[in-house]
C-alpha cells in the first residue's frame, strides 16, 4: 500500500466519522420556574411620580444627585473586587477556546541528532563501523473526530459558563453600586442629623438663656437652669458622635471607588428629600432583568452539557494519526525520496470495564445538573420576595412619613407655644423640657424614615436588576462557532 493510497483511505475515514457525528446527552431546556402573575404589595398603591432612568445601566440618575453620579461612575474603573470578578469572565472565555482548540488537529515536529558507538566484546579490536551517526526530521498529525460530542458538549457548556460569568460580573457590579448609593445615602442623613441637632443646640441655648433670666428675675428654681445645662450638653454630645458614623461611611465610600480614605472625602451637602421609584414592571419581566437569575440559569445549561460530556465516554474513540520523515547519518541529503520514512493509521479505542466509573461519573453530572436547576428556582423565589419586601417598605414607608410630618409640625407647635408659657410663668421648666425632647424625637424618626426609603428606593432597584436586562448577554454563538467543523 503505498502513501497516497493510506491518505486516501484514511480521508474517507475521516469523512464517515464526521458524517455519524452526534451529541449524545440531553439537550437543554431552560428549567421553569415559579412567575407570580403580580405583586402582592403593589395593591392600589402606586409610586408618586415615577421616574425612570436616565439610560440603561444610570440608574442612580433617578435622584438627580451629580455627587452620586459622580462615585458611581468610579467604580466600573476603580474597585478592585470588580476588577477581580472581570479577571474571572475573561478567564471563562479562554476555557471556551480551550474547549475549542479540541475540534482541531495537532501537529507536531521533531528534529534529532545522534551519535552512537556499538558495545565491542572482550578481546575484539574496535571498528570504525561500531561508530554509528544518525539525523531525523519527522512532523506528526493525530486528530481524534468528535463523534459522540464530547468537545461539543465540553464547548457548549463552557460558552453557558462564560455567559454565567458575563452574568456575575454584571450582578457584582450592580450589588456595588447599590451598596454606594446606600452607603451615600446614610451619610447624607447624618448630614441632615447634624444639621438638625445643630439648630436643636441653638435652640436650647435660647432655652437655657431664658432659665438664667428667669432664675435672676427670682421667678425659676435653680434647678430649672441645671437642667437645661444638662439638656444642652446631652445634644452637643449628640452632636459630636454623628461625625462617627459619617466618618466611617465616607471610608467605606473611599474603598468602593478604589481610594484610600486619606485621599477622599465627601463635603456635607443638603439632601433633597424626594424618593424616587422606578417603574416595576410585570412579575415575568423580572427573570430577564435579574442578572443573578441570568448566571443561575446559565449553570444551569452549562451544567446540563456536561452530563453529554461524561455519557460520551461510553463510546469508542477513534484517533487518526500519521507522520512523516527523514533518517540519515548524515544532515547533508537528508530530505532525501530515499531518506521518507512515514506512517499513518487510525486507531479505535474503547473501555471495557471500569468498575463503576463512567457510571459514576453521569451520575455525578446529572446530579450536578439537578442541583444547579434547584438552584435556579430559588433564585426566582429569592428574587421576587426582594421585591415584594422592598415594594412593602416603600408603601408602609410612605404612610407613616406622612403621620410622621404632620407630628413634627405639631410638636414645632407645641414647643413654641411651652416655650412661651413658661416666660409667662404659667407652666413649670419640665413641660418645657418634656415637648422639646418629643420634638427632637419625632424630627429623628423623620429623618430615619427618610433614610429607610431612600435605603429601599436603592433595594427595589437593585431587586429590579437596575439598567440591566439579559439582552445584554452576548449570545453563545458571540463565544465562537455553536458546533465543530461543518459535516
Known amino acids: 500500500m503505498n502513501l497516497s493510497r493510506s491518505i486516501r483511505i484514511l480521508t474517507g475515514m475521516a469523512a464517515l466519522s464526521l458524517t455519524a457525528c452526534i451529541s449524545v446527552g440531553p439537550d437543554y431546556q431552560r428549567p421553569t420556574a415559579a412567575v407570580a402573575q403580580s405583586y402582592k404589595e403593589l395593591g392600589e398603591w402606586k409610586p408618586i411620580e415615577p421616574k425612570a432612568a436616565a439610560s440603561d445601566l444610570a440608574w442612580w440618575s433617578i435622584y438627580n444627585d451629580p455627587v452620586l453620579d459622580g462615585l458611581e461612575r468610579q467604580i466600573a474603573v476603580s474597585n478592585e473586587s470588580l476588577k477581580a470578578t472581570e479577571a474571572s469572565y475573561r478567564q471563562a472565555l479562554e476555557i471556551v477556546e480551550e474547549n475549542r482548540a479540541g475540534y482541531g488537529p495537532t501537529v507536531t515536529a521533531n528534529a534529532s541528532g545522534q551519535r ?107 434647678t430649672d437652669v441645671i437642667t437645661a445645662e444638662t439638656q444642652l450638653l446631652g445634644e452637643q454630645a ?38 424616587p421609584v422606578v417603574p416595576v414592571g410585570m412579575p415575568s419581566t423580572l427573570l430577564e432583568r435579574r442578572p443573578d437569575i441570568a448566571a443561575a440559569e446559565r449553570a444551569a445549561a452549562a451544567a446540563s452539557a456536561q ?62 445538573y439537578d442541583g444547579a436547576v434547584a438552584t435556579y428556582r430559588q433564585t426566582v423565589l429569592a428574587a421576587f420576595q426582594q421585591v415584594e ?33 413658661y416666660e409667662a410663668g404659667t407652666v413649670a421648666y419640665t413641660s418645657v423640657v418634656t415637648v422639646q425632647a418629643i420634638a427632637l424625637s419625632d424630627e429623628q424618626n423623620l429623618l430615619t424614615t427618610l433614610g429607610s426609603q431612600l435605603s429601599a428606593s436603592v433595594a427595589l432597584v437593585a431587586a429590579l436588576g437596575g439598567g440591566w436586562d439579559s439582552a445584554m448577554l452576548a449570545e453563545a454563538s458571540s463565544y465562537g462557532p455553536t458546533s465543530g467543523p461543518s459535516h
Open 116 to 222: 552512537s558507538h556499538a558495545y565491542t566484546p572482550l578481546g575484539a579490536s574496535p571498528s570504525s563501523s561500531s561508530i554509528q551517526n544518525q539525523v531525523t526530521a519527522s512532523l506528526g498529525a493525530s486528530w481524534a473526530p468528535d463523534i459522540w460530542g464530547k468537545i461539543r458538549r465540553a464547548v457548549e457548556s463552557s460558552k453557558a459558563s462564560a455567559q454565567a460569568s458575563a452574568a456575575d460580573l454584571a450582578a457584582a457590579r450592580l450589588s456595588l453600586q447599590s451598596t454606594l448609593a446606600t452607603d451615600y445615602f446614610a451619610l447624607r442623613i447624618d448630614d441632615e442629623l447634624k444639621h438638625l441637632y445643630e439648630q436643636t443646640v441653638k435652640a436650647y441655648e435660647e432655652t437655657l438663656e431664658i432659665t438664667r433670666n428667669q432664675f435672676e428675675a427670682g421667678t425659676a428654681a435653680e
Open 389 to 421: 419586601d422592598e415594594l412593602a417598605a416603600l408603601r408602609i414607608l410612605e404612610q407613616q412619613e406622612e403621620v410622621l410630618k404632620r407630628t413634627v409640625e405639631s410638636a414645632r407647635e407645641a414647643v413654641r407655644l411651652t416655650v412661651y408659657q
Open 238 to 275: 449628640q452632636l459630636i458622635s454623628v461625625g462617627v458614623q459619617r466618618a466611617q461611611l465616607e471610608h467605606a465610600i473611599a474603598v468602593l471607588i478604589g481610594k484610600t480614605p486619606d485621599q477622599f472625602s465627601i463635603v456635607p451637602a443638603e439632601l433633597a428629600r424626594v424618593v
Open 307 to 368: 452530563i453529554g460530556v461524561a455519557t460520551a465516554a461510553y463510546y469508542p474513540s477513534i484517533t487518526l494519526s500519521g507522520s512523516i520523515g527523514f533518517v540519515n547519518t548524515a544532515l547533508g541529503g537528508l530530505f532525501q525520496t530515499s531518506n521518507e520514512v512515514w506512517s499513518l493509521g487510525p486507531q479505535l479505542a474503547e473501555t471495557l470495564f471500569d468498575s463503576g466509573l463512567r457510571h459514576a461519573q453521569v451520575g455525578a453530572a446529572r446530579a450536578a
